[in-house]
């Protein structure tokens, strides 16, 4: 058990590391998306800390959160209004938060992602939806998955694959990282350092 984990936190390390570039610009666009992308990687390196002590539930949690921050990343970037931008710039108060209650959900960014994000992207983050989100939603609400889960206790593989998910949502993050740093060709990079240590990453598609 421990051999996944270290591969993970090795992926880690060698990710972080081609990704500490600046950014393209100071655009208020580019660095709004940075903090979101940031913030999904900050929720996977979370989530592997919960899954390595167990608490496969929690972490969970966490993970559609990544997901969600990585989907608000590539939004920003690539779809939202400069309306929508300014309420997720703008100096946090009751007002701004008020006003930044009715930003779309993950729903409606995937169907803006649908016509304005590279293809790419957008398949990458519509399978993910696709194959998680129910389970997703049922940990995050104390649906069926947990409760039965909670309940039995947690198979190994069920920690195991759900790590492998994380890994594969932090390269997607780390794609997008390449992206806002203007270094679209490091995304190769970032593949091979994935594809390096396969025991810990999803299966092919």
Not at 77 to 102: M, P, R
Not at 123 to 149: C, M, Q, T, V
Request: with cysteine; net charge negative; aromatic share 6%.
């Amino acid at each position: 058990m421990a051999s996944i984990f270290d591969e993970s936190d090795d992926l880690a390390e060698e990710l972080m590391a081609l990704i500490d570039l600046p950014l393209f610009d100071d655009s208020p666009r580019i660095q709004t998306s940075d903090v979101a992308c940031s913030l999904s990687l900050e929720h996977w390196t979370s989530a592997r800390a919960l899954l390595h002590s167990g608490l496969l539930a929690s972490a969970i949690v966490v993970h559609r959160s990544q997901f969600e921050a990585l989907v608000r990343s590539i939004w920003l970037l690539y779809a939202a209004a400069e309306d929508q931008l300014s309420k997720l710039t703008n100096t946090l108060s009751l007002e701004s938060e008020q006003a930044a209650k009715n930003m779309p959900q993950t729903a409606d960014m995937m169907q803006a992602l649908a016509i304005k994000a590279p293809p790419q992207a957008y398949d990458a983050l519509s399978r993910f939806k696709e194959s998680s989100w129910k389970a997703l939603n049922s940990y995050a609400h104390a649906g069926i998955h947990p409760i039965r889960r909670h309940g039995d206790g947690y198979p190994v593989q069920l920690i195991h694959d759900a790590l492998r998910n994380a890994n594969g949502l932090a390269v997607l993050s780390c794609m997008q990282a390449a992206v806002l740093s203007g270094q679209q060709p490091l995304q190769r990079n970032i593949v091979a350092a994935a594809n390096k240590r396969p025991s810990c990453m999803p299966p092919p598609l």
